[in-house]
């Protein structure tokens, strides 16, 4: 192992978590370690940083800027908490560089360093400019190379460059746990996406149609399930046989409320299975308005059928956004694989947009609502990621 290690920024989020703080940081540095598990690492932590040598830097930050909690990574030098060290590490950078202008910027986290922050960033500044050998400028708004020190234990130099974002929101599993719709569209992995960076953990229900959707369908979404589980841990999908009660439903039902209705049974079914399997909400990638049932009267009445918080972290959402962070988390290419899904196949051609709750309720009185969801239930395949 060389001089070159990562720093980790934590999120500023977890740093306003008073008392809990420490809480906070414990699970992150678990996470950080459980996504290195395999590669050859030594994790310490410094007053709210992380210090990570590995044999292979750049495997390393590919998983650890994934990791929830992490604002960024920076691939840094070490050097000794000396000045002159501190000195000729910052001349490299800026001779590798080779910028018309730059600036210091100095965070001194161990006060026994005999300079203060300014101090030092003055004294280095002023030996990279005599030292540069001419056509080189300070600028301290725009800086066309910013030099980073940390002093510490030991002292750490980069620039811009070596920074790398991170995916931010809060340590997974800090959070409780949910139950996400997980069809194999573009949103609903969004919507998992976005909860599991809060720090929820996931558990996902997929809803098959078979024979009406196809294996290819299913091992879509096995594929979502998995790509998720490289942001999370260990993630559970349930496989709910739906066809039956999607059949029961169209044999007795107006055509016009199949739809609604529909939803109302995905609702009760995600409600049973995450009172089995002790999780605390549902989750959906709903956005308001972006279909026929997703108006404020569908959201209401299939609402209703829940025993526990929905969450729908799409709601106000725009499609293209959406779409955006699909592609940024690799969701987008698997959501897009134009397989069938059960919503497609059994949809009315003029599905009802404002049912109303009391009529849904007596639409729904002709079945056997309990019976149709145990049994559902008790047909349930889990595949773990
Ligand atoms: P998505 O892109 O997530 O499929 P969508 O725009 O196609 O969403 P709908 O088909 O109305 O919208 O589904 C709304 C939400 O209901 C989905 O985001 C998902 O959470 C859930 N959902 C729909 N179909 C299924 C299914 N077959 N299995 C599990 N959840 C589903
Ligand atoms: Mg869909």
């Known amino acids: 192992m060389n001089n070159k290690l990562i720093l980790v920024k ?22 950080i370690e459980k996504k290195l598990a395999g ?33 960024e990574v920076c691939i840094v030098t070490e050097v000794e908490r000396d000045l002159t060290a501190i000195k000729e590490e910052a001349l490299r ?12 910027e100095t965070n001194r986290a161990n006060k026994k360093f005999q300079l203060n922050s300014i101090e030092t960033s003055r004294d280095v ?12 400028e300070v600028d301290v708004k725009n800086p066309e190379c910013l030099v980073n020190i940390e002093i510490r234990e030991k002292a750490y130099v980069f620039t811009s460059k070596d920074k790398i974002k991170g995916v931010g929101g809060l340590p997974y599993g800090m959070n409780g746990s949910t139950m996400l719709m997980l069809s194999g569209g573009i949103d609903s992995p969004v919507a ?4 599991a960076r809060r720090g929820v953990e996931l ?3 997929y809803y098959h149609s078979h024979p009406y959707t196809s294996e290819r369908a299913k091992d879509k979404v096995k594929e979502l399930a998995k790509i998720l589980s490289n942001y999370t841990e260990r993630v559970n999908l349930y496989i709910v046989p739906f066809t039956e009660i999607q059949l029961d439903i169209m044999e007795k039902c107006r055509q016009d409320e199949l739809t609604i209705l529909m939803r109302r049974f995905m609702m009760r079914c995600a409600c049973v299975l995450a009172e089995k399997y002790g999780v605390q909400s549902i989750s959906s990638g709903e956005s308001i308005g972006q279909v026929a049932s997703q108006t404020m009267e569908g959201l209401i009445v299939s609402t209703d059928c ?7 972290p799409l709601i106000a959402m725009d499609k293209g956004d959406i779409m955006d962070i699909a592609k940024e988390i690799g969701t987008y290419e698997t959501s897009i694989l134009p397989y069938e899904d059960c919503c497609t196949i059994f949809v009315p051609k003029h599905p009802k947009t404002k049912p109303q709750l009391d009529a849904m309720r007596k639409a729904e009185s002709v079945l056997d609502v309990d019976a149709m969801v145990e049994k559902a239930i008790n047909e349930t395949e889990l595949v773990v990621f």
Do not use: W
Request: hydrophobic residues 40%; proline residues 2%.
């Open 93 to 104: 950078k800026v001779k590798e560089a080779n910028p018309k202008t730059f600036k210091i």
């Open 203 to 205: 558990n996902c229900v």
């Open 10 to 31: 934590y999120a500023s989020e977890i740093f306003l978590k008073g008392l809990n703080r420490g809480k906070f940081e414990r699970r992150l540095k678990e996470n």
């Open 306 to 312: 829940a025993d526990r918080p929905v969450f729908r």
């Open 192 to 195: 998992g996406y976005l909860m």
């Open 125 to 136: 500044g002023g030996y990279v400019l005599h030292h540069f050998g001419g056509g080189l």
């Open 39 to 71: 590669l050859q690492f030594e994790f310490v932590t410094d007053q709210g940083r992380g210090f990570i040598k590995a044999e292979d830097i750049d495997a390393a930050v590919e998983r650890v800027r994934k990791v929830f909690g992490v604002a």
